[in-house]
């Protein structure tokens, strides 16, 4: 295992004999790929986000591209999204050969600025599409970013890989958009080991990603194989993807939804006591907008005071895993990753708010599973840190 005793993990799925359980049926069942227990968690996703539809892929950054694809994001088109992001984001709108207007964020919440998206607007106004991230599960401030889609006659797509669950003046992310994508990453609130959610309340999308997401084959093999009249004919209508989810995965997935809100006070929690104890040390606990109704609390960052301290973030970091426990950084803006960066010709001060976040940035270990023991060891190693580094 680790090379020292008692690290603490950066990040932990909760997996409890429930998932284990559920995917021993599933394996000894004859069916495991995607079927009924696929149609389960479907549906129960659907009522726990309020959508109309659900539909489930093995991957959120595949769900980004069935989603952009179904709003007919083509070649050549643009796309605004924001440089704070996990390249998955942009890298979806490069699938299909669309070009990626990037955004700087606000210096608080690290969300997608309004105002400065709307100036993106005004030197392209013919951008197709917003791809708003919810920066840690709290939700960007959508009324601005709504009008501006409704004034450039836009559509939403919102990667919602962080916001299981959050919500933005009492709305779910249904409320706020076209399409929103959710993640079941092994470090997201909930897991599938790898999978990913859409949902929608447009059927025109639900069929088009229904097709596209199995090899654009207008009715799938569980209906074809299980159906009352089998039939070994399908119709293949489009070039499509492979990114249905499996039985198994599903099935692990309607073990962790039961729980979700279980985990999400947890995490809520956990945040509540990093709060409390991280006052008045030369940083800052995240900022919580009043417009946020509910955090999903997927990351808990900090932010150092660099110009307080005599130690860089890097050190910091150094530190904090010489003492057992593990940090990272969300995110590397991806302005200044080499194919972004090459792409377009970025300079690092072209988003100058997304470099000085990054460099003072440090997530914190934040999941339902860590102990009081775990979380004092956290606040204890930051407080002795800066301490001895004012
Ligand atoms: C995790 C993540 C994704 C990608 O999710 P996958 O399910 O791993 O494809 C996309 N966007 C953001 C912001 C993420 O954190």
């Known amino acids: 295992?680790?090379?020292?005793?008692?690290?603490?993990?950066?990040?932990?799925?909760?997996?409890?004999?429930?998932?284990?359980?559920?995917v021993i049926d599933v394996m000894q069942s004859g069916w495991i790929t995607t079927g009924k227990e696929n149609l389960i968690f479907e549906n129960n996703f659907a009522?726990?986000?309020?959508?109309?539809?659900?539909?489930?892929?093995?991957?959120?950054?595949?769900?980004?591209?069935?989603?952009?694809?179904?709003?007919?994001?083509?070649?050549?088109?643009?796309?605004?999204?924001?440089?704070?992001?996990?390249?998955?984001?942009?890298?979806?709108?490069?699938y299909l050969g669309a070009e990626v207007i990037f955004v700087d964020i606000d210096e608080k919440t690290f969300n997608l600025d309004a105002e400065q998206l709307e100036s993106k607007f005004r030197e392209f106004p013919e951008i197709k599409a917003i791809i708003p991230v919810h920066f840690a599960g709290q939700i960007c401030d959508m009324d601005p970013i709504l009008d501006i889609a409704k004034k450039y006659d836009c559509k939403i797509v919102n990667d919602a890989a962080h916001a299981l669950p959050s919500s933005y003046r009492d709305k779910r992310l249904i409320e706020l958009g076209d399409i929103s994508v959710f993640s079941f990453y092994a470090t997201k609130s909930i897991t599938t080991g790898e999978g990913g959610m859409i949902i929608t309340k447009n059927s025109d999308y639900k069929d088009r990603i229904s097709i596209m997401r199995s090899h654009g084959i207008n009715n799938i093999a569980f209906d074809r194989y299980t159906s009352e009249k089998p039939s070994w004919y399908y119709d293949v209508i489009e070039a499509g993807f492979k990114y249905n989810l499996t039985d198994i995965a599903s099935a692990i997935g309607i073990e962790q939804?039961?729980?979700?809100?279980?985990?999400?006070?947890?995490?809520?929690?956990i945040a509540a006591e990093y709060n409390k104890e991280l006052e008045d040390l030369p940083l800052d606990t995240p900022f919580i907008s009043s417009t946020t109704t509910m955090h999903s609390w997927h990351l808990y960052v900090i932010s150092l005071h660099l110009e307080k301290i005599k130690i860089t973030r890097n050190e910091f970091i150094e530190l904090m895993n010489e003492k057992g426990v593990g940090t990272s950084v969300h995110f590397i803006p991806?302005?200044?990753?080499?194919?972004?960066?090459?792409?377009?010709?970025?300079?690092?001060n072209d988003f100058p708010k997304s470099i000085k976040s990054f460099e003072r940035n440090v997530s914190l270990p934040i999941y339902p599973d860590m102990t009081k023991e775990d979380i004092s060891k956290v606040t204890?190693?930051?407080?002795?840190?800066?301490?001895?580094?004012?």
């Not at 295992?1 to 359980?21: C, G, Q, W, Y």
């Not at 991957?59 to 007919?72: K, Q």
């Not at 939804?257 to 929690?269: G, V």
Request: overall charge positive.
């Open 1 to 22: 295992m680790s090379k020292k005793n008692n690290f603490l993990p950066f990040a932990k799925p909760s997996i409890d004999r429930n998932e284990v359980n559920a």
């Open 47 to 94: 009522k726990y986000e309020s959508s109309k539809y659900a539909i489930s892929v093995n991957s959120a950054t595949a769900g980004l591209h069935l989603a952009l694809e179904a709003i007919g994001i083509k070649s050549g088109d643009k796309v605004a999204t924001s440089t704070y992001t996990f390249t998955a984001t942009a890298e979806a709108i490069r």
């Open 257 to 269: 939804l039961k729980k979700c809100n279980l985990l999400h006070e947890k995490r809520t929690s």
């Open 334 to 348: 991806l302005h200044i990753q080499p194919y972004w960066r090459d792409l377009y010709g970025f300079s690092k």
């Open 380 to 390: 204890k190693s930051v407080k002795s840190i800066l301490a001895k580094y004012t």
